[in-house]
């Protein structure tokens, strides 16, 4: 299979360096404008599947790309979800009592939100079920999630730990795409990366 990764356009609270977490996101006119631009270098691409996380803002810059395949398989799922932050959700980012959290930085949980190692679990899983539905196949599937998101996804492809993917991978601009050849035995192979071509 192909898979296409991508992030959802600039928020509102992107332009404020608001941590967003679960929170739906608004995206801005840059954003409605980068979602555009990004269905527009896709509109030719042959999309069976699309997932994308259930936020808003997610969900918004998904609805750009769907107009051009309305056939797709359209699917909302919460696994593809930012790291919810509890808490934290709504402030400045690198405010509020961090250090006052137990334990490291992979299993500190804000009260109302996951530790990173919970998010790990639900995005391997993810992982997982899109090589055994799709591997042996030749369709195309988009993936819309979240910088943090699409890192650790990133990351399961790459079969790197949890530690390496939050520290070695790059994390998406707002609508730049990865393209992926995926096989059944997990192998992968790198089209594009990172790619930003659709907003020159």
């Not at 939050?166 to 990172?194: Q, V």
């Amino acid at each position: 299979m192909k898979l296409i990764l991508t992030r959802h356009g600039e928020t509102e609270e992107n332009k404020l360096d608001i941590n967003q977490g679960w929170k739906p996101g608004h995206l801005s006119e840059i954003g409605i404008e980068q979602a555009k631009a990004l269905a527009g270098i896709l509109k030719d691409a042959k999309i069976d599947v699309i997932y994308t996380s259930d936020l808003s803002r997610c969900v918004k810059t998904s609805s750009e790309i769907r107009k051009y395949h309305p056939k797709a398989e359209y699917l909302e799922d919460k696994r593809l979800r930012e790291r919810s932050t509890g808490i934290f959700e709504g402030t400045i980012i690198g405010e509020g009592d961090w250090d006052s959290l137990d334990n490291d930085l992979y299993n500190n949980k804000p009260k109302g939100g996951e530790s990173f190692v919970e998010v790990w679990a639900r995005i391997k899983d993810f992982y997982e079920e899109l090589l055994r539905k799709y591997a042996d196949t030749d369709e195309i599937i988009l993936v819309v999630g979240h910088g943090g998101s699409m890192c650790l996804l990133l990351g399961a492809i790459y079969h790197k730990d949890l530690e390496y993917s939050l520290s070695k991978i790059d994390k998406l601009k707002n609508t730049a795409f990865t393209e992926l050849e995926l096989h059944k035995d997990g192998s992968y192979k790198i089209l594009l990366l990172n790619s930003e071509k659709h907003l020159e």
